[in-house]
C-alpha cells in the first residue's frame, strides 16, 4: 500500500531529472554546432 504513495514523488523526482537531461542535451546540441 506505501508504494501508491510513494510513486507520485517519484515520478516527479524522474520527470524533474528528465528535465534536466533534457537540457543538457539541448545544450550539448548548440555548443557542438
Known amino acids: 500500500m506505501q508504494m501508491q ?3 507520485r514523488p517519484f515520478s ?4 524533474v ?3 534536466k537531461l ?3 542535451l539541448k545544450l ?6
Open 5 to 7: 504513495g510513494d510513486r
Open 28 to 33: 550539448l546540441l548548440v555548443s557542438s554546432l
Open 12 to 15: 516527479l523526482l524522474v520527470e
Open 22 to 24: 533534457g537540457q543538457l
Open 17 to 19: 531529472q528528465l528535465l
